[in-house]
């Protein structure tokens, strides 16, 4: 069936350093990717997507890009902040009516001081 | 700015007890989700709506569960006969356009069952 998986589960950076979380997905048909920060006991956030019709997105320090043939992607935060520490999740959708979406496991990213 | 509002932030609830959770969707969105998290885990797709009709349902959406839009505004999720693993935090989400469009979560119910 249709699944996304996500690595690395956790993931430890300095202040001021760069975090990858990358993700692959099963179906082919899949076309759109949404990226979620979750915070603490709080709902996910959209804080990027991107469509299968590019491969890659930026958006001041996050930038997103996409593998289609190897059905990859991966979210980049560059110049991380004590306030990017949170669960990220990487998802995917389909093109159609009220296609759900498919979510990763989750990458908790904590940023050192 | 417009947000998918839920109701109550958290519910407890014996096993066995029906629960109803309440969401109020994003007021010019088509269409219409329940999501479930259980504590630590990911977030999983439950049911998606639109039209007045459910468009999809995952496994874990069985016959213990039902929607129901009962007015212009509400979107429910009830659950039956609750089990202790119906526990975790629900979120409904709403988006303007299907797939390929942004969803908006609501802040989520917390379902405890004792």
């Known amino acids: 069936g249709e699944n996304v998986e996500q690595h690395p589960s956790t993931l430890s950076v300095q202040e001021g350093d760069s975090a990858v979380i990358k993700c692959t997905y099963s179906?082919?048909?899949?076309?759109?990717f949404p990226w979620y920060k979750q915070e603490l006991g709080k709902r996910p956030q959209l804080i990027i997507d991107?469509?299968?019709?590019?491969g890659e997105k930026k958006d001041q320090r996050i930038a997103v890009t996409l593998n289609k043939t190897a059905k990859h992607f991966s979210l980049h935060i560059t110049e991380t902040q004590p306030e990017d520490s949170a669960v990220y999740f990487c998802?995917?959708?389909?093109?159609?009516?009220?296609?759900?979406?498919?979510f990763g496991s989750g990458t908790r990213l904590s940023i050192r001081p | 700015e417009p947000e998918v509002t839920q109701t109550p932030s958290h519910q407890v609830t014996q096993m066995g007890q029906e629960v109803i959770l309440r969401c109020v969707p994003i007021?010019?969105?088509?269409?219409f989700y329940w999501y479930r998290q259980i504590l630590g885990q990911k977030v999983e797709f439950l049911v998606s709506?639109?039209?007045?009709?459910?468009?999809?349902k995952s496994e874990i959406f069985d016959d213990q569960f039902s929607v129901e839009r009962p007015d212009g505004s509400n979107f429910t999720l009830k659950i039956r006969s609750t089990k202790l693993e119906d526990s975790a935090m629900y979120f409904c989400?709403?988006?303007?356009?299907?797939?390929?469009?942004?969803?908006?979560f609501g802040q989520g119910t917390r379902l405890t069952v004792v």
């Open positions: 998802a995917a959708s389909k093109d159609r009516s009220a296609s759900k979406i498919i």
């Open positions: 989400a709403s988006s303007v356009f299907g797939g390929n469009t942004e969803a908006f």
């Open positions: 709506f639109y039209n007045n009709e459910i468009s999809e």
């Open positions: 991107i469509r299968s019709n590019v």
């Open positions: 179906d082919s048909a899949s076309n759109y």
């Open positions: 007021s010019n969105h088509l269409y």
